[in-house]
């Protein structure tokens, strides 16, 4: 069993970070902040997908205006994600910012962090202090190098001298996170940075690329972390979709048993046995399991011999034959249709399964 490290909790909104919540799962829009329609839009795919927190880059002034806009149509907290420019901090949460996510040592000196501060103090915004490998102050670079597996120490130093200069202002309603596009470094720096201190840590692998690389990477540093009850929130980053971040992300959790949301498909991924077109078929099943809550094992299969058997766990499951296949449920078959009605028969089972378990 998994146990998770104790650490203080913070609110973003609604939505609890750290302490005995449940570990969150965001994203990031990647729509132009500016343009709120396009964002709203996109904000409500990603809710719909699970996120729970959605962040957004406010570049400019025209950006963190758009806060107003976008937090009145959104069911879900709002983090400003801001570089260098104080004033746009204080705007984003002047403007509805639920969270602020900021590298408080780019903001150009104690004054204006003291603004920052002031801001996230009156308007009850946590702040995320987020540093990453490639703005790590030069002082620390010299004294302990770049981060390494072997030697994350610039990283964790980073944040917390960051975490420090808002302690000194006052402040302590935060979340760390320490970024690196390495694997190693992400491992080594967190398990170093839960040793020394109990803020809450919001934990991801920057810039892991596109879709399979960036499971990859993501899956094997968050999920070693997790399972060492480590990380309060995440992130999955992906060049892609963000929808496509919650997915994985929920993946994870269900993986490591953490938490469930939907029901889970199992596939074959067929073999010479196969005489069916099995991987549209999957595609279509598995499209539709996106807009189902109901926590099911649904399972796809390649042939009528083994498939049933092979995936007996599961609830109920389709199993293709030679222009026929059969619907079983927990390995018994309960239907033989014609290949061509397999899809149209199936989901009608699953959508009566979903109303029986409501
Ligand atoms: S279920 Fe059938 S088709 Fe799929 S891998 Fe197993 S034996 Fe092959």
Redesign the pocket.
């Known amino acids: 069993m998994i146990r998770r490290r104790q650490t203080r909790q913070i609110r973003i909104g609604d939505v609890s970070i750290g302490g005995s919540a449940p570990i969150s799962v965001q994203s990031m829009t990647n729509t132009d902040t500016r343009d709120a329609g396009r964002t709203i839009a996109q904000i409500g795919e990603l809710a719909a997908a699970g996120c729970e927190i959605v962040r957004v880059a406010v570049p400019d002034p025209q950006a963190a205006a758009a806060v107003r806009q976008i937090r009145e149509h959104i069911s879900i907290p709002l983090i400003a994600d801001i570089h260098f420019d104080w004033r746009l901090a204080v705007a984003a949460m002047e403007n509805g910012a639920q969270g602020i996510r900021v590298n408080p040592g780019n903001l150009g000196g104690r004054e204006k962090l003291a603004r920052v501060v002031d801001a996230a103090r009156m308007n009850g915004v946590p702040i995320r202090v987020g540093v990453n490998s490639g703005s790590i102050e030069k002082d620390l670079l010299a004294r302990y190098g770049y981060p390494t597996p072997a030697d994350p120490s610039a990283l964790i130093e980073s944040a917390l001298r960051n975490v420090r200069l808002i302690e000194e202002l006052g402040y302590t309603e935060m979340k760390i996170s320490i970024k690196s596009s390495d694997v190693l470094t992400t491992i080594a720096g967190y398990r170093r940075l839960a040793e020394v201190t109990d803020y809450p840590l919001h934990i991801g692998v920057t810039e892991a690329g596109g879709l399979i690389p960036g499971t990859v990477k993501s899956s094997v540093a968050l999920g070693i972390l997790l399972f060492e009850g480590i990380g309060d929130t995440f992130r999955i980053s992906l060049t892609r979709d963000p929808v496509e971040e919650v997915r994985v992300a929920y993946e994870l959790l269900r993986a490591l048993r953490i938490r469930e949301r939907g029901p889970e498909l199992i596939s074959?991924?067929?073999?010479g046995?196969?005489r069916i077109d099995l991987f549209p078929l999957a595609e279509a099943v598995e499209r539709h399991l996106q807009t189902m809550r109901t926590s099911l094992k649904v399972a796809v299969?390649?042939?009528v011999?083994?498939?049933p058997g092979?995936a007996r766990e599961a609830d109920i499951g389709i199993a293709g034959g030679h222009g026929v296949g059969i619907i079983f449920k927990k390995g018994e078959i309960i239907k033989k249709v014609k290949e061509d009605e397999l899809l149209s028969v199936f989901l009608e089972e699953l959508r009566k399964m979903e109303e029986e378990n409501g």
């Open positions: 074959c991924p067929t073999c046995r196969t299969m390649g042939c011999v083994n498939g092979e």
